[in-house]
């Protein structure tokens, strides 16, 4: 069973940073797409960084620049190095891959970045 705990969120002012981290358990990180979304209220999830098994990264708009996509194949996780946050950061985050045609989904980690 593929199983992904966030953790990492919290408060911070604009301008601060904060680091995430999504720990997996069921499959190999290194061998799947790991993706970080994210989610504000009244607005849809959205793709926030990814990173494929070759170690190639993509980024939202919004993000380029400030955050960073990491993993660690040793200890099986996968870290969102956030820089430069915003206010409009604000949203809860959730780990995310796709095994054996499945979804999976962390169960979030809310951020808040306050002006």
Do not use: H
Request: hydrophobic fraction near 30%.
């Amino acid at each position: 069973q593929v199983q992904l705990v966030e953790s990492g969120g919290g408060l911070v002012q604009a301008g601060g940073s904060l680091r995430l981290s999504c720990t997996v358990s069921g499959t190999i990180v290194s061998s799947k797409r790991m993706g970080w979304y994210r989610q504000a209220p009244g607005k849809q999830r959205e793709l926030v960084a990814a990173i494929t098994s070759g170690g190639s990264t993509n980024y939202g708009d919004a993000v380029k620049g400030r955050f960073t996509i990491s993993r660690d194949n040793a200890k099986n996780t996968v870290s969102l190095q956030m820089n430069s946050l915003k206010p409009e950061d604000t949203a809860v985050y959730y780990c995310n891959t796709y095994v054996m045609f499945k979804d999976y989904w962390g169960q979030g980690t809310q951020v808040t970045v306050s002006s």
